[in-house]
């Protein structure tokens, strides 16, 4: 029987989220055929799900990320919303709030938990590509003879996601000794403007994101940090880059490449992690991949250390909303992936521990902004 259910998908921000989003979007089609499905989106990340063939409809929401009040009155609303009849069904796979519960390590088995159904789609972000993004890159490919290289390395240099700070400048040093390979171009993709004497370090900040996906079809090899342009490269429209991926291990919201693949069963010996933020390591280390990935890989690659340090983080916000099941739930989340682990219970001990001077902190920090 078709279904004719109103449905709103809530998945806020940022472009990796969204796009890991996409397959919840595309299941929700399958549990309830013929559905109309609205999407709710922050303004800057609404072309991530442009023409997504599961998706009829979007809300434009604006609410600042990490704005944890904002994002609970827009809760309350779109409750008042469903009890009007506007939705049968919310689903709210966003990251913030009470969805914290669902942190384990990974954002994307975060946001599948959070839809609270099987996911039995296939979990490739779907990425719909017009006809003139394609030609966009085609023309850019052709524009700088990416074809005349037999080596084109994509540079993800100014991450969104937090897990790495890199400047504009060491950025280009690292493009300038890779290219010191014969037949090797570095395409520096962000929205940042790089201009270069030589050819072969290519500005990529004419491509939308979009595009950068299509442009993947060019090149051989990502060299990324777990941000936007890494995630757009592993969407059923690009092509699947083997990867160096420069990390800071330590930040609390850490989503190694690592991690992920190794929780969907993708290739993850295609994938070389470095947690030493050193330029020559860097270099010599893409250079060694250019000729042979595998050796490269058992040489360079570095196990991600496993931490918990953002459940603190779940627990004060958790506790601000005196959301004590939520705790419960978290707990339980790690458990299953994890099992017992002193670690996990150390960091939400000091959660616990911490709330009262933390609260208290920011609260007066608060009062004397305001």
Known sequence: MVNTAKILLVQLYSNGDCLYATPV???????????????????????????NPYVDDVMEVQITKNDAPAFKRFKKQIELQQKQGKFDHVFITHNSGNNQEYYDGCIRSSILRAYKRPVTVPVTPVLQLTKEEIQASEAFANEHQLGSYKHV?????????????????????????????????????????????????????????RETA????????????????????????????????????NVPWVNPVSRDFER??????KVIELLDFDHVKIVDCVMSAL???????????Q????????????????????????????????????????????????????????????????????
Not at 176 to 203: C, F, R, Y
């Open 153 to 209: 390395v994509l540079f993800e240099f100014a991450p969104q996601s937090g897990q790495l700070n890199i400047t504009k400048e060491i950025s280009v040093n690292i493009a300038e000794a890779i290219i010191q390979k014969p037949g090797t171009a570095v395409i520096l993709s962000s929205a940042n403007k790089v201009a270069h004497d030589n050819p072969a370090i290519i500005d990529g900040s004419s491509l939308t994101l």
């Open 214 to 249: 299509a442009l993947t079809h060019h090149c051989t090899m990502l060299l990324g940090c777990s941000s936007g342009i890494t995630w757009i490269t592993t969407t059923n429209a690009a092509k699947l880059l083997p990867m160096v991926q420069v990390l800071n291990a």
């Open 303 to 370: 196990a991600i250390p496993l931490h918990f340090k953002a459940t603190r983080h779940i627990v004060y916000q958790l506790l601000c909303s005196l959301e004590f099941g939520a705790i419960m739930r978290h707990v339980k989340v790690n458990r299953e992936v994890y099992g017992n682990r002193f670690d996990f219970y150390k960091e939400l001990l000091l959660g616990i521990l911490t709330f009262p001077v933390t609260f208290l902190k920011n609260t007066v920090r608060k009062h004397l902004f305001r």
């Open 25 to 51: 979007a595309r299941q929700i089609k399958q549990d309830y055929p013929g559905c109309h499905l609205t999407w709710a989106i922050v303004p800057f990340c609404r072309n991530i799900i442009a023409h």
């Open 291 to 301: 000729d042979d990935f595998g050796l490269a890989r058992d040489r360079y690659n």
């Open 264 to 269: 969907f069963q993708l290739p993850v010996e």
